[in-house]
């Protein structure tokens, strides 16, 4: 039942995580699409941050039970909202479209029509040659993997340590405490992403995690002992000469460090990927490119939370952490070098940019 139920339960979050971000992009006037888009991330990590909340004084069966009124709310609402215009336009329902467009921005100003053909609705191969698709489709995987590779899941999965070596009275307090900065830097992000842009945004926040993970890794190299087949909690273990306050001193720098990369995490590579990618593919190869990244996404995050452990094993801890501050420096220069800014522009100037119209 326990195992039907997270099965279910995935299946759920799974097309959420694919459906959600097009859905108001599609619906988004372009002027507030980053807030409005940023909205699918914040909202994610609010009900991370509720549910350690209701964690504490919940057993796990009601806190299932609760878990279940978010969706149940999702259901009724989408019940009242309509299809995307542009969807609409693909099934050749005009009129609708133009409800719809009614409905939601009140007026047909900014609207700008995308071209519907019918002979390109289906994807092919061979379509992968035309640059409109491929460059969108290699940036796109690309965002979803190096949003994986930064090392967000193994700095959430040592979050609690961490904190435990810091001395905190309760470490559980860890889990509310990255929580809470995540909602603060999402929301921060969320507010200024259509004025910042999301360029600049993706670069401050790869360099705020280069310096994290850095800094993570040199907590890990000034605490561990000479390398040994110990076991993975072991590795996490400062040594045992360090003085006592020299020990939880360097536990504050990895704290520091914990709470820096989830501030740099927050304010780009955790919503901006999600965003761009409901932004930048042309519409009739839309479902399956963002399909594809999404696969990406939830692939690369399982392949790192998985083999973690193994890498830590064979690198040592400050090598793991090293490793992925290099991964967020690549993320840089394909940030600066690779993707486009989409802020105030429309679906249809994004798609053209592309295709060097």
């Not at 609760?66 to 259901?75: K, N, Q, R």
């Not at 990255?178 to 360029?199: E, K, N, P, S």
Request: proline content about 5%; hydrophobic content about 55%; overall charge neutral.
């Amino acid at each position: 039942m326990l195992l039907g139920g997270r099965l279910l339960t995935g299946l759920a979050c799974g097309i959420a995580s694919l459906v959600a971000p097009v859905y108001i992009s599609e619906i988004a006037y372009p002027a507030v699409r980053g807030l409005l888009g940023s909205c699918v991330q914040l909202m994610v990590v609010t009900g991370i941050l509720l549910a350690y909340l209701a964690g504490w004084v919940l057993e796990w069966r009601w806190l299932a039970v609760l878990g279940c009124v978010p969706p149940s709310f999702m259901l009724l609402l989408m019940c009242c909202m309509p299809e995307t215009p542009r969807f609409l336009l693909t099934q050749h329902k005009r009129q609708e479209a133009m409800a719809a467009l009614q409905f939601l921005w009140g007026s047909e100003q900014g609207w700008e029509e995308p071209p519907v053909r019918a002979e390109h609705q289906d994807f092919h191969l061979a379509q992968l040659r035309n640059p409109g698709i491929y460059k969108p489709f290699a940036i796109g995987i690309l965002l979803m993997a190096f949003q994986q590779l930064s090392g967000i899941n193994a700095v959430m999965f040592y979050a609690e340590t961490i904190f435990e070596e810091a001395k905190f009275k309760e470490s559980s307090l860890a889990s509310v405490i990255v929580g809470i900065i995540q909602v603060l830097f999402t929301a921060v992000a969320a507010l200024v992403m259509d004025r910042a842009g999301r360029r600049l945004l993706l670069a401050l926040s790869g360099v705020i995690m280069v310096f994290s993970t850095s800094a993570f890794g040199a907590y890990f190299k000034l605490t561990q002992g000479p390398p040994s087949n110990s076991s993975h909690m072991d590795l996490l273990a400062p040594v045992s000469l360090e003085p006592a306050e020299a020990s939880v001193g360097l536990a504050w720098l990895a704290v520091g460090s914990v709470c820096l990369f989830i501030i740099g995490f927050a304010v780009g590579w955790g919503p901006i990927p999600w965003l761009l990618m409901s932004e930048i593919f042309p519409l009739h190869v839309k479902g399956l490119a963002t399909g594809v990244c999404v696969l990406t996404n939830w692939l690369m995050a399982f392949l790192v939370t998985k083999e973690f452990s193994s890498l830590m094993e064979v690198l040592r801890p400050y090598g793991a952490f090293w490793l992925a501050s290099a991964f967020c420096i690549l993320s840089v220069l394909f940030t600066l070098f690779c993707v486009p800014e989409t802020k105030g522009k429309t679906l249809e100037q994004i798609t053209a940019h592309f295709e060097g119209r």
